[in-house]
């Protein structure tokens, strides 16, 4: 049977009687937001003092423009947990912001080109000009524009107890940090294999504003005057308007999932293989850094992909480096579109679900992807992306068609005894609660997200900027009518000021040039 692995797994598990450790696994959010002002055009200003220092505040910072804010949440032991202190995060910064919100969307809107979208900046110290510098080099060679889409990444890892048990059931008696890169290797393929199912469920981004393709021919539809779309789009966030791995699939780059060693290797050697399309950029022109160089990857981040396995870096260390020294410690989920009817951005019911689909591909047995999978991988994603309500919508797998609805029921039956379990150790029945909920979505994509979202429009007889601003307003009056405790207010100020004080003594301690330390940072391995 094809889940058959999965069932046993699942019965070693709970036959041990130490299933609860299930319980122990932790949650992390990053969730990025773009700050508008008043006409909903993406802000000018710079990122405000009050949130700290980018480079070094944990809990706040930018992604590629001063105006894309990055709210980030420690590891939580439950999703409420986890929610609760994205919640605090937001209060913090809405008590900070002046005549400005954070948009509730995926998309942008009111672009006024590229130019217009201020590069993120980290202070004088090298390793805040790296960061720019890598910015302004994704300007180059994707456009900013592409850069502003904002998302929700969900990040996941099992306990240490979890893994001695499941390597003691498995009866695998490789070096414990091997086995674990090893299942979160799968894991990872799994997601990949299965990762449609994120944008079909959770896609919220089915229309753009005009201006964001800024005059760029087109297969999207009009919807109306100042808006494009698709009928059963579900998230061109993720279709092939947004930021993809073009440039790296024409030079003959991949990442390879095969495993840990693989994986590294593989975006190793994209960091240091030249690509005469970025040379013509060029690297450093009249004194100022264009980009990191002229390599297919200027670093590991470039690769966009749903899903990375991560470890966690420790000074100026190469992500590839952390991942070769020490193993995988979590893996991050990339491909949630910002809820543009939740005031978070995500809610309980989604966290739960991929609470439950992440721990099914790590249980369900994960071959090694070959290139006709990976093939069928992009491809259903982008048919997901630009057309996954679409009645009778089929997919790839193996080679073979079948259709969406049947997968992805397929999908959700064999999840039902992983989800099952996850209420057992949690005292709970939110998990199911959830499988239930997507299971309707399935059956029924009128019910999606994006469905919704397409509905409202037309029922407000709105295009996509009035829509997202309504409900960005809508949210901004929600965040300043709740006021953060005495308590939390002071763990944020504090936060904020210890940020600053770090980003000056950084600065202070460099003692190489910005060019020797470029030089550094790539040769240490």
Known sequence: MVYQSLKIRLKQLIDSGQAACLSESLIGLEKE??????????SQTAHPSALGSALTNPAITTDFS?????????PCSSVKEVLSYLDDIQKFVYSKLDDETLWATSMPCVVCGGSSIPLAQYGKSNVGTMKTVYRRGLGYRYGRTMQVIAGVHFNYSVSDSFWDLYQKLQANTDPRQDFISDQYMGLVRNMLRYGWMIPYLFGASPAVCKSFLDGKPTMLTDFNEHTFYEPYATSLRMGDIGYTNTQEDMAGIKADYSSIDAYVKSLQCAIEKPFAA?????????????????????????????????????????????????????????????????????????????????????????KTLNQMEMNEVDMNLIQVAH??????????RHDQSIPLKDWALE?????????????????????SKSLRSQIECINEPSKTPSARMLEEMRDHEEGFFHFAQRKSLQYLDYFKSRELSPERQQFFESMTQESLAKQLQIEASD????????????SNS
């Open 278 to 366: 970025y040379d013509d950029i060029g690297v450093k022109v009249d004194g100022e850094y264009r980009q990191l160089n002229a390599n297919i990857l200027q670093i590991e981040n470039e690769y966009y992909s749903t899903v990375r396995p991560k470890q966690i870096t420790q000074k100026d260390e190469k992500p590839t480096t952390a991942l070769h020294k020490r193993g995988i410690a979590y893996v991050e989920i990339r491909s949630i579109d910002v809820n543009a009817f939740d005031p978070l951005g995500v809610n309980e019911e989604q966290l739960y679900f991929l609470e439950i689909f992440v721990l099914f591909c790590l249980l369900q047995e994960s």
């Open 33 to 42: 937001s773009l700050r508008v002002a008043e006409d909903g055009s993406i």
């Open 387 to 396: 057309t996954g309500r679409q009645p009778g919508l089929e997919l790839n």
């Open 411 to 431: 999908l959700c039956e064999a999840m039902r005894e992983v989800a099952k379990l996850l209420d057992e150790v949690n005292h709970c029945d939110s998990y």
């Open 66 to 74: 001063e105006a894309l804010i990055e709210l980030i949440t420690p």
């Open 511 to 522: 003692t190489l040039s910005f060019d020797e330390y470029l030089q550094q940072y790539f």
